[in-house]
């Protein structure tokens, strides 16, 4: 299957929902690694890598997010598969 590597900004009430620690949790039930974190203006951001279903499907899992979240919007932007992550954590 062929790796993509997808970049990831979520807007809307995505702090203090748990956010973060689902996204990791998604993101490991399905074998992806890369990264997620907060930004200082509310969004969240998050970097994901592995073959196309898994990252569409983490990806598809952030346009909805935990149940306490609410998803404005998100941009999504595809980038080259870089291999440089062993796991996914929350920086």
Excluded at 60 to 83: N, Q
Aim: with cysteine; hydrophobic share 35%.
């Amino acid at each position: 299957m062929k790796k993509t590597r997808a970049h990831v900004f979520v807007t809307g009430k995505v702090q203090g929902v748990y956010f973060r620690q689902n996204t990791q949790m998604t993101a490991r039930e399905h074998g992806a690694t890369g990264w997620v974190r907060n930004l200082p203006d509310g969004r969240v951001e998050a970097v994901i890598e592995g073959d196309d279903a898994t990252v569409r499907k983490v990806v598809d899992w952030c346009r909805h997010g935990p149940p306490a979240a609410r998803v404005d919007s998100i941009d999504v932007k595809h980038e080259t598969y870089t291999g440089e992550f062993a796991g996914f954590e929350i920086i």
